[in-house]
């Protein structure tokens, strides 16, 4: 995909908290994973957290997990980054609202396998495609659901 920094958390306690957290450039995601099609009324609390923990501020602390199991706090900077939450499922990439300047999208399994395919058997595939072709799954579905 293009990312450069990819940080999981700690899975001891993991219950409630985002799956893991990776920056690409000006953009810095939290993510987190559901199989569930009814995630949004399930998982409310928890993005809101996410939101809480990403706007108005310009650095995240995780506990991130070291080879040897234990694991240790890391500070990043995510000052001036496009900051969005992104919850991984089986429906379809769209952007579901836009809170205090953290965007929230659903984004597919599916488009993440064919961004990640694409970028493996293009030897031209750089960054800036990698992000364009992100860009594009949000215009193609829009368009799609509309039916245009």
């Given at each position: 995909?293009?990312?450069?920094?990819?940080?999981?958390?700690?899975?001891?306690?993991?219950?409630g908290k985002a799956d893991g957290?990776?920056?690409?450039?000006?953009?810095?995601?939290?993510?987190?994973?559901?199989?569930?099609?009814?995630?949004?009324?399930?998982?409310?609390?928890?993005?809101?957290?996410?939101?809480?923990?990403?706007?108005?501020?310009?650095?995240?602390?995780?506990?991130t997990r070291k080879t040897d199991?234990?694991?240790?706090?890391?500070?990043?900077?995510?000052?001036?980054?496009?900051?969005?939450?992104?919850?991984?499922?089986?429906?379809?990439?769209?952007?579901?609202?836009?809170?205090?300047?953290?965007?929230?999208?659903?984004?597919?399994v599916n488009d993440l396998t064919?961004?990640?395919?694409?970028?493996?058997?293009?030897?031209?595939?750089?960054?800036?495609?990698?992000?364009?072709?992100?860009?594009?799954?949000?215009?193609?579905?829009?368009?799609?659901?509309?039916?245009?």
């Amino acid at each position: 995909m293009g990312v450069h920094s990819l940080f999981s958390f700690d899975r001891k306690n993991q219950a409630g908290k985002a799956d893991g957290f990776f920056i690409v450039e000006n953009l810095a995601v939290m993510h987190d994973c559901t199989l569930r099609s009814d995630y949004y009324a399930f998982k409310s609390e928890q993005i809101s957290n996410y939101i809480s923990k990403l706007s108005n501020k310009s650095e995240l602390t995780i506990d991130t997990r070291k080879t040897d199991g234990g694991s240790i706090p890391k500070t990043l900077d995510i000052s001036g980054k496009n900051k969005q939450v992104w919850i991984i499922t089986q429906g379809i990439s769209r952007e579901l609202e836009d809170y205090d300047g953290v965007m929230v999208k659903e984004i597919s399994v599916n488009d993440l396998t064919e961004l990640t395919k694409k970028r493996l058997l293009e030897f031209s595939y750089n960054l800036s495609s990698a992000l364009s072709f992100s860009r594009s799954l949000e215009v193609t579905y829009e368009t799609n659901e509309n039916g245009r």
